[in-house]
């Protein structure tokens, strides 16, 4: 199979189904934010972070396909006849739970959080809140989409957890790499 295929050299592309669209389609935005915050989420894991946390990431890097996998499909390319999902897996409620289980977790060993924050700490906490921004970008897309054609409520709320995950994950990092949080506070130069 080759990577290349030139069908998308006019600026359009298909979705899972066959549909052709415009690369710039909601639609591919979506999913598109998806993928890059899965490249990010790797770039965390290649770095030095405990055995645990590459795990979480891994499960959650294979549930961000299979989001993407959601979001690249229309809804009336989503089902067979029988009612069944074409995907082989898709986002459940409790890959949702699994996140928050993980945030509560991680919370639980840091100092309570009294102010903003700057990211920063080391570099596998810096990717963290970049991811973390990817993020709430990929969310903001699945929400435009969700506002001109259905998709599933738990595409938009694992997107939110998974922010939240980051966000704790890259102060978790900093915290157990010795590294003190910088506060923002706002009439401080």
Known sequence: MKVYTKTGDKGGTSLYGGVRVSKN?????????????????????SGSISVE?????????????????????????????????????????????????WIDEMDATLPALTHFILAGGNMEASHAQLCRCICRRAERR????????????????????LSDYLFVMARKIAHDAGHEEIKWLPNEE
């Not at 389609?25 to 890059?36: C, F, S």
């Not at 990431?57 to 999902?85: C, D, R, V, W």
């Not at 699945?142 to 957890?161: D, F, G, P, S, T």
């Open 25 to 45: 389609n909601i639609r591919i935005e979506a999913y598109g934010t998806v993928d890059e915050l899965n490249s990010g989420l790797g770039l965390i894991r």
């Open 53 to 101: 946390m590459r795990n979480q990431l891994i499960k959650i890097q294979k549930n961000l396909f299979h989001l993407g996998g959601e979001l690249a499909t229309p809804k009336e390319k989503m089902y067979l006849a029988n009612g069944k999902s074409r995907l082989p897996r898709i986002l459940e409620e409790k890959d949702i739970v699994q996140l928050e289980n």
């Open 142 to 161: 699945a929400v435009a989409l969700a506002e001109v054609e259905e998709i599933r409520e738990e595409a938009v709320k694992y997107l939110n957890r």
